[in-house]
């Protein structure tokens, strides 16, 4: 198996940047569109669980915007030729603490799509 192949991971890392774009600036249909559309879609975020692209899609239209964010260190990895992960720090605007992002990307005819997603902010550890 080849691990970042150098297409492959421009590929993923064009499409990790489009998602972060359209997320600062809620743009719903443009994230929509980076998600697989399939109830085997899931997202888990600070505050929710949402199983299913519908649930997901419920949820943005609902959210009126993501906080505003700087990325931190990002890491892609491409295993193969259709399977990425994206692992990401991020910093809310007027905070320090750190948020992580992780995201699987598949490869489908229709280009590179997330199929499961997990955000989450640092707490106490103690």
């Known amino acids: 198996m080849?691990?970042?192949?150098?297409?492959?991971?421009?590929?993923?890392?064009?499409?990790?940047?489009e998602y972060e774009r359209a997320l600062m600036?809620?743009?719903?249909?443009?994230?929509?569109?980076?998600?697989h559309?399939?109830?085997?879609?899931?997202?888990?975020?600070?505050?929710?669980?949402?199983?299913?692209?519908?649930?997901?899609?419920?949820?943005?239209?609902?959210?009126g915007g993501?906080?505003?964010r700087r990325l931190g260190r990002v890491a892609i990895t491409v295993?193969?030729?259709n399977f990425a992960t994206a692992d990401a720090e991020f910093f809310r605007e007027g905070s320090d603490r750190?948020?992580?992002q992780t995201q699987s990307w598949v490869r489908f005819a229709d280009g590179w799509k997330v199929v499961s997603a997990h955000v989450s902010l640092e707490g106490n550890t103690h």
Do not use: C, H, W
């Open 2 to 17: 080849t691990i970042d192949d150098p297409v492959a991971l421009a590929e993923v890392r064009a499409a990790f940047e």
């Open 25 to 35: 600036a809620d743009d719903v249909a443009a994230m929509d569109r980076l998600f």
């Open 37 to 63: 559309d399939a109830p085997t879609t899931n997202r888990y975020g600070v505050g929710e669980v949402l199983y299913g692209i519908e649930a997901i899609r419920e949820f943005r239209k609902g959210r």
């Open 66 to 68: 993501s906080p505003q």
């Open 79 to 81: 295993y193969g030729d």
């Open 98 to 100: 750190r948020g992580r």
